[in-house]
């Protein structure tokens, strides 16, 4: 073959081949909708993620678990600092006055009286 055909044949394969990549690629990326890519953090602050921390055991932890976990995990309440009592029942009356928590008076008592177990001021 001459050098000008070899040339030709060769420059029509790369195209070919380049034009298949294009199609192929319209056919994944849907037409019109933007290609969004979401980086995330590994150390995002603002992750619910279910990587829980240890839930320690105590009176009344399933209360606890079962009501405090609909809208936040149990990361919010196990990092915070020790409180005495009083203050626990103000962060559980909080959840339910103004977040919307569904919990019956008895169970708030309970879910406090773990709170104070688990991470109360002695
Ligand atoms: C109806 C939804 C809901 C439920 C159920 C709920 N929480 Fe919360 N909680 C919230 C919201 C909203 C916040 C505020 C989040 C923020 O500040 O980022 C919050 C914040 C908190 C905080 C952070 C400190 C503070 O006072 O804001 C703690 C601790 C906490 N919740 C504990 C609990 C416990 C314990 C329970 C179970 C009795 C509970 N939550 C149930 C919605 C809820």
Redesign the pocket.
């Known amino acids: 073959m001459k050098p000008v055909l070899t040339a030709v044949v060769a420059i029509a394969a790369v195209a070919a081949v380049a034009y298949a990549a294009i199609m192929l690629m319209e056919n994944l990326i849907p037409a019109g909708k933007p290609l969004v890519v979401q980086v995330k953090l590994l150390n995002d602050p603002s992750d619910m993620s279910p990587r829980e921390p240890n839930v320690p055991t105590g009176p009344h932890k399933s209360e606890?678990v079962s009501?405090?976990?609909?809208?936040?995990s149990t990361r919010?309440?196990m990092t915070?600092p020790n409180f005495p009592a009083t203050k626990?029942t103000e962060?559980?009356k909080?959840?339910?006055t103004v977040?919307?928590?569904?919990?019956d008076a008895p169970v708030?008592k309970q879910?406090v009286e773990y709170?104070a177990a688990i991470k109360g001021v002695k």
């Open positions: 606890f009501n405090c976990t609909t809208c936040h919010l309440t915070q626990w962060v559980v909080k959840m339910v977040y919307g928590a569904k919990i708030e879910i709170l």
